[in-house]
């Protein structure tokens, strides 16, 4: 619109046509941007932070159709957050119109050089100091893990003739020839939710195969060998790692009216250490609140972590079998809103005796998020955010994104987290380190 028109139309008239535009955008389904950060990363030694962007068109209506988006990958030095890379990532049309939020994963490989971008297309490996890309297509890549700096793995869906197969594969950052460590069989197409556990190092990955009516595998990629465990005509229900890869809780259920679950500490060589199967019904039988459980043991290997929408936190001790009802007994701390339905959830966190906890397992409720020990006690703030955030691998840093595209940085240092559970004095939050 330009100076003659404004003055022609004057300001009713000005009002009244961009209230005419609005109307007809959304009747004939225009859109309107939406940006927000879909991922976050740190690396592992705590230097540097990565996060994925998402530039998004949508009808300027509630719940209206999402046009396209476009994916970006952006990083920068923990010590200078204003001075952001940046490389394009995907750009996916109207075949993802129906999702709220397309799947993405963001890693950073082992030493920190390298950052390994999945989105529902592709796999794109970039290198953090040339900003060089390597985009890898093969089927539906479902999920990835570094295997080390130069080498990744991961599984895809391959389709052909209305049939898939699920494939484990190698893949070398500098040679276009992939090398299929483990295939299974043929299934129909568009039958099956697929999902992968990969184990911190990347060389084992645990899977139900098929996954539906299946039995789990344990994938040796590097050894190309799958070795099955546990019960038949099962589903997934969840799966924990142990920091060592050493280590898996599974847990599934048959396919079927009863919920038969079985509970199993299994080794990597898929040698069963422990059925804990009936002590699992028996503890979260009640109410039918089977928790989540998060994909990593605590940090000492001391409890796996899981979570209930309505019943909170917990701490699941394997062998011996112990769970700890944590998120019950912090929902009686002032921090916690007596309002919420939901009792405070975990997470993970990098020091042994400290577990992470959200007040009310609903990020946009719980803003502040707290560190306590495995006991309750010494529960303190750790960072404040509505939004996506992270923590890196050694406890050397945190970091936020906020809508305008400024990361927000938090190193601890002395008294943020103590290295034990039974270090002293307690600890205390530092100020925030940003791009202003």
């Not at 119109?97 to 970039?126: E, F, M, N, R």
């Not at 990835?144 to 494939?167: I, P």
């Not at 568009?190 to 098929?210: A, D, R």
């Not at 899981?306 to 769970?323: A, E, H, K, S």
């Amino acid at each position: 619109m330009d100076a003659a028109l404004l003055n022609r139309l004057g300001k009713r008239g000005v009002i009244g046509w961009m209230t005419f535009w609005l109307l007809m955008t959304t009747v004939a389904g225009c859109s309107l941007p939406h940006l927000s950060a879909i991922g976050i990363a740190i690396d592992p030694a705590g230097k540097s932070v990565a996060y994925l962007w998402e530039d998004r068109s949508e009808e300027p209506a509630v719940d209206g159709k999402v046009w396209s988006r476009t994916i970006s990958l952006h990083w920068c030095a923990i010590e200078s957050p204003s001075q952001q890379s940046s490389v394009a990532i995907d750009s996916l049309g109207l075949g993802f119109a129906g999702y709220a939020a397309v799947p993405a994963d963001i890693k950073w490989s082992p030493s920190g050089t390298c950052i390994g971008v999945l989105t529902p297309q592709k796999l794109v490996l970039v290198d953090a100091k040339s900003k060089n890309v390597k985009m890898f297509e093969d089927g539906t890549i479902t999920s990835f893990a570094w295997l080390s700096d130069d080498e990744v793995a991961y599984c895809t869906r391959r389709t052909g003739k209305g049939m898939q197969r699920r494939v484990i594969c190698r893949q070398k950052i500098d040679h276009t020839h992939r090398s299929d460590a483990v295939e299974f069989d043929w299934y129909p197409a568009n039958t099956y939710f697929w999902q992968e556990h990969w184990s911190p190092s990347g060389q084992y990955v645990v899977v139900m195969e098929p996954a539906i009516g299946g039995r789990f595998q344990m994938v040796d990629v590097l050894g190309t060998t799958s070795r099955p465990f546990g019960q038949t005509n099962a589903h997934d229900e969840a799966v924990a790692w142990s920091r060592d890869s050493r280590q898996a809780f599974c847990v599934s259920e048959t396919v079927g009216p009863n919920d038969a679950y079985e509970a199993l500490l299994i080794s990597t060589g898929a040698s069963i250490l422990a059925d804990c199967s009936k002590q699992y019904q028996e503890s979260f039988a009640t109410g039918k609140h089977w928790p989540r459980l998060e994909p990593f043991w605590t940090v000492d290997g001391a409890y796996v972590i899981g979570n209930d929408d309505r019943t909170g936190g917990y701490l699941i001790q394997p062998n011996p079998w112990r769970v700890v009802h944590l998120g019950q007994m912090l929902s009686s701390r002032p921090e916690v809103p007596k309002t919420s339905r939901s009792l405070p959830w975990l997470s993970w966190l990098p020091v042994p005796g400290w577990i992470g906890v959200l007040p009310t397992g609903n990020e946009g409720d719980s803003p502040i998020k707290y560190a306590t020990t495995y006991s309750g006690q010494n529960l303190v703030p750790l960072i404040e955010t509505r939004g996506i955030w992270a923590i890196s691998s050694n406890g050397a840093a945190a970091a936020t994104v906020d809508n305008e595209k400024r990361v927000r940085v938090r190193v601890p240092g002395k008294g943020l987290l103590p290295s034990t559970a039974s270090d002293s004095p307690k600890p205390g939050a530092l100020p925030d380190r940003d791009a202003n």
